[in-house]
């Protein structure tokens, strides 16, 4: 072998082993690489949960609250404002919109996008910056739903595991539900629902071609494409939507031209408006209180309410057209329907953005007079009449380690004994410290809590005034008045009606509670009682033209004002006072600020208009147990038929005075009723209660009709001794006039001879023996529905023994 054939062999032999060496590095730094990734990805995929259909969890959905009319009151949410809605709720439109623009091989593969991932690399390579993804919607899913936001290879392999497991564990229905139902669409929206009513304001099944591709450019880059930064960029999002449906087949030509030259109208989107929020800060209380806050703001509740917002809104115009200056007090007001405890409207302060604090339930303050209700209605159910009569003048009671000083001022004023009628209208605060001397407090205490006040108030004689050491809210007061509204039957106060899950079934209904708390013969007359209050009393200016029941109620040095009052459909309290402290309302617009006086105006202005479509109606009374007694003025007692001035009180039988009056005994001179022209009944009736017997004669006129009083004798407006016996002339008509014979037989002979002449006839009258029917008319001739002439003369005869 030449030398130089031995060089090359040599040569070639070097070569080799370097190429071994080479290979075998090379080889051992690609399995150094892929045992490094293997540990890399093992340690990895032990982070990564597990997905089964039972640990997925459906993503916080926003609470809403409604008005009994259905009307949104608001959204609660924690971070993320979102509705979800089934798949079958999402048009076609709009999945496909987002399987076009995001994953349009979504059906194909199996959570991972191998061929989108390489063909996003060699985009973003080409073009120097990232301007596609390759993530699938799958994947984009897993992403909001289970990894961090962060942009590190840990969460990309994490969310490409999961991905497959997830594909694995849905369908791709279900998959793509979940998504449309999490994704964010920019101003503070999560998911399809949600965007459609904010956008486009129609639910997600209504919405077109168009607004689902608008929708669906949002995806990228929601606020850069948002229609209200940038009108002109979300357009060209939407078209290329479109073309790329169009180009895979998902649309037809005719749709997509007639889509892109649609109008792009995004509704304006306006910041809420407060609806009764003092109303829904309460029910948002309740219900944190009851399913507790990650529920009421994660949860997707649906809670249905009583509150009605026309009369809400007139109950915040009253307010606020009467207390309408500078510096006025607050007021509070809330009205409850009695037959159910619904709550219609409250209103608890004039600005809740400023003032957050609820003076209609949080607000507890002194009562005053509206308190007294309480002792009234005590006083009635242990048998006390309204008409006993109580010295009214101030006085001291001596109660252990003080002395409890009474006066009469602020609203009530004394003047000698009146009764405890009169002392309510008055609003008498001597009357009712005695009253409730002789009830005692604890029984006070008891009937206000059956009747629904639930803050706690000490047996002390105090509470007679309405001095309470915790006060009471409008609500309780609304609430308890209301029980007498009803007859003596408590509602409690709700403003549920009921609660469902976003799917709208049924968590929980709620029905109100109802008790007897007082019986229905003491409601009716305290109810009465507290007629004459706002007929006459301390509550005038709360009149509204039909039959209402009320108090007025003013705390010691003007602090605090109220008027509580109802129908038999509502009751409704109204506060007026300072919730910054106890300050004297003693000049405001020019007067000292009493319950009679702005909460009454108030009262009686929302009432007013709130009933207007609503019929009059008078406060049912109890078939039986109660009775309408007639007492002196003069005396209270029972009147005589001598009593100058009576009065007509509505009592519990067997209550009310047992005696007659013992001052008006005899007869005495007075003047006469003049009763011509009035009706015979009318007639007979005023004389009687003047004290005078009566008698009657008929003739025929053709001047005064029949049954009307012609003349009488004594004559009228002339002085008589009582007793007198003054006689009628009734006519029967014209002469000549028919008129048919009634029936006599069985009557009396005075109630014949009666019936014959207010009929316009006149009595023969004769006797037979007959002990069994003594007294009694057996026959009559002519015989009854005989038509004879007017002022003919009827035969009756009276047995006789």
């Known amino acids: 072998?030449?030398?130089?054939?031995?060089?090359?062999?040599?040569?070639?032999?070097?070569?080799?082993?370097?190429?071994?060496?080479?290979?075998?590095?090379?080889?051992?730094?690609?399995v150094a690489i892929i045992a490094a990734l293997s540990i890399v990805v093992s340690t990895?995929?032990?982070?990564?949960?597990?997905?089964?259909?039972?640990?997925?969890?459906?993503?916080?959905?926003?609470?809403?609250?409604?008005?009994?009319?259905?009307?949104?009151?608001?959204?609660?949410?924690?971070?993320?404002?979102?509705?979800?809605?089934?798949?079958?709720?999402?048009?076609?439109?709009?999945?496909?919109?987002?399987?076009?623009?995001?994953?349009?091989?979504?059906?194909?593969?199996?959570?991972?996008?191998?061929?989108?991932?390489?063909?996003?690399?060699?985009?973003?390579?080409?073009?120097?910056?990232?301007?596609?993804?390759?993530?699938?919607?799958?994947?984009?899913?897993?992403?909001?739903?289970?990894?961090?936001?962060?942009?590190?290879?840990?969460?990309?392999?994490?969310?490409?595991?999961?991905?497959?497991?997830?594909?694995?564990?849905?369908?791709?229905?279900?998959?793509?539900?979940?998504?449309?139902?999490?994704?964010?669409?920019?101003?503070?929206?999560?998911?399809?629902?949600?965007?459609?009513?904010?956008?486009?304001?129609?639910?997600a099944k209504e919405l077109t071609l168009a607004e689902s591709a608008t929708l669906a450019g949002l995806i990228k880059s929601p606020n850069y494409y948002s229609p209200y930064i940038n009108p002109e960029k979300s357009k060209q999002a939407r078209n290329s939507v479109l073309k790329k449906m169009l180009k895979q087949k998902l649309i037809t030509k005719e749709e997509?031209?007639?889509?892109?030259?649609?109008?792009?109208?995004?509704?304006?989107?306006?910041?809420?408006?407060?609806?009764?929020?003092?109303?829904?800060?309460?029910?948002?209380?309740?219900?944190?209180?009851?399913?507790?806050?990650?529920?009421?703001?994660k949860g997707g509740l649906r809670v249905y309410t009583t509150i009605d917002l026309k009369m809400q809104k007139i109950a915040e115009d009253a307010v606020s057209s009467i207390l309408n200056k500078p510096n006025d007090p607050s007021a509070s007001m809330v009205s409850v329907d009695p037959r159910t405890g619904y709550?219609?409207?409250?209103?608890?302060?004039?600005?809740?953005?400023?003032?957050?604090?609820?003076?209609?339930?949080?607000?507890?303050?002194?009562a005053g007079s509206s308190f007294k209700v309480f002792v009234l209605a005590a006083a009635i159910e242990t048998g006390i009449s309204p008409s006993k009569v109580y010295q009214s003048s101030p006085l001291t009671i001596k109660l252990p380690g003080q002395d409890w000083e009474v006066h009469n001022y602020t609203e009530g004023s004394g003047g000698g004994p009146m009764s405890l009628r009169e002392a309510t209208i008055k609003s008498v605060n001597a009357v009712f410290a005695r009253l409730i001397m002789e009830v005692g407090p604890k029984n006070v205490v008891d009937i206000a809590k059956k009747m629904g006040i639930t803050s706690q108030v000490d047996p002390n004689p105090s509470i007679a005034l309405g001095g309470l050491k915790y006060g009471v809210s409008s609500l309780e007061m609304a609430s308890a008045y209301a029980t007498l509204a009803n007859g003596g039957i408590h509602h409690y106060p709700i403003g549920i009606t009921k609660v469902t899950d976003s799917w709208n079934n049924t968590i929980e209904?709620?029905?109100?509670?109802?008790?007897?708390?007082?019986?229905?013969?003491?409601?009716?007359?305290?109810?009465?009682?507290?007629?004459?209050?706002?007929?006459?009393?301390?509550?005038?200016?709360?009149?509204?033209?039909?039959?209402?029941?009320?108090?007025?109620?003013?705390?010691?040095?003007?602090?605090?004002?109220?008027?509580?009052?109802?129908?038999?459909?509502?009751?409704?309290?109204?506060?007026?006072?300072?919730?910054e402290g106890q300050i004297p309302m003693t000049k405001v617009h020019g007067i000292r600020v009493a319950g009679g006086?702005?909460?009454?105006?108030?009262?009686?202005?929302?009432?007013?208009?709130?009933?207007?479509d609503t019929p009059v109606s008078d406060f049912p009374k109890p078939k039986t147990g109660i009775v309408k007694v007639k007492i002196?003025?003069?005396?209270?007692?029972?009147?005589?038929?001598?009593?100058?001035?009576?009065?007509?009180?509505?009592?519990?039988?067997?209550?009310?005075?047992?005696?007659?009056?013992?001052?008006?005994?005899?007869?005495?001179?007075?003047?006469?009723?003049?009763?011509?022209?009035?009706?015979?009944?009318?007639?007979?009736?005023?004389?009687?209660q003047a004290g005078f017997n009566v008698s009657q004669t008929t003739q025929p006129s053709a001047d005064v009709a029949k049954g009307y009083v012609i003349s009488q004798s004594p004559a009228g407006d002339t002085n008589a001794i009582q007793d007198t016996n003054v006689n009628i002339v009734v006519s029967i008509g014209s002469a000549g006039d028919k008129v048919t014979v009634p029936n006599l037989v069985g009557m009396t002979e005075e109630q014949a001879k009666q019936t014959l002449s207010n009929n316009g006839l006149s009595a023969a009258v004769q006797y037979i023996t007959d002990a069994n029917r003594n007294g009694k008319v057996v026959q009559q001739d002519p015989v009854s529905g005989t038509v004879v002439d007017s002022n003919s003369f009827v035969t009756i005869t009276v047995a006789k023994l």
């Open 1 to 30: 072998m030449s030398k130089a054939r031995k060089r090359r062999s040599a040569h070639r032999g070097r070569l080799a082993k370097v190429f071994k060496f080479v290979s075998i590095s090379i080889l051992v730094f690609f």
């Open 44 to 203: 990895y995929l032990k982070e990564i949960p597990k997905i089964s259909k039972e640990s997925i969890t459906e993503k916080a959905q926003t609470t809403k609250i409604y008005a009994s009319d259905g009307t949104l009151l608001t959204n609660l949410f924690a971070e993320q404002n979102r509705i979800v809605i089934p798949l079958s709720e999402i048009p076609a439109s709009m999945q496909n919109a987002a399987i076009a623009v995001e994953d349009e091989r979504f059906y194909e593969h199996k959570g991972v996008d191998l061929k989108a991932i390489i063909r996003a690399t060699f985009i973003n390579l080409r073009s120097g910056k990232v301007v596609e993804g390759g993530s699938t919607i799958t994947q984009q899913y897993v992403k909001n739903s289970y990894v961090s936001q962060e942009k590190t290879l840990s969460r990309k392999i994490k969310e490409a595991f999961l991905a497959y497991q997830l594909e694995r564990t849905l369908s791709k229905k279900e998959i793509l539900e979940k998504y449309l139902n999490t994704i964010y669409f920019g101003q503070s929206i999560y998911g399809i629902e949600t965007a459609a009513q904010t956008y486009f304001g129609k639910h």
């Open 256 to 297: 997509s031209e007639k889509a892109m030259d649609a109008p792009l109208e995004a509704q304006p989107i306006k910041a809420p408006k407060a609806i009764a929020p003092y109303f829904v800060e309460y029910i948002k209380q309740s219900l944190i209180d009851k399913y507790g806050a990650n529920m009421v703001f």
């Open 343 to 366: 709550i219609k409207a409250m209103v608890g302060g004039e600005n809740f953005e400023t003032k957050k604090f609820n003076l209609a339930v949080q607000g507890k303050r002194q």
């Open 509 to 579: 209904e709620y029905k109100t509670e109802e008790k007897e708390a007082i019986n229905p013969l003491v409601a009716y007359t305290v109810t009465d009682i507290l007629k004459d209050v706002i007929n006459y009393g301390t509550g005038t200016k709360a009149k509204i033209g039909r039959p209402a029941a009320g108090k007025t109620g003013t705390a010691q040095n003007y602090q605090d004002a109220w008027f509580v009052g109802y129908v038999p459909e509502l009751s409704t309290s109204v506060w007026v006072g300072h919730p």
């Open 597 to 612: 006086t702005f909460p009454a105006q108030i009262w009686g202005k929302y009432m007013k208009k709130v009933l207007e």
């Open 632 to 688: 002196c003025k003069e005396s209270n007692l029972l009147a005589t038929r001598y009593c100058p001035e009576v009065k007509y009180e509505t009592i519990i039988k067997g209550t009310g005075p047992k005696k007659y009056c013992n001052i008006h005994t005899t007869p005495r001179e007075v003047l006469i009723p003049n009763v011509i022209g009035l009706p015979v009944k009318k007639a007979t009736y005023t004389l009687q």
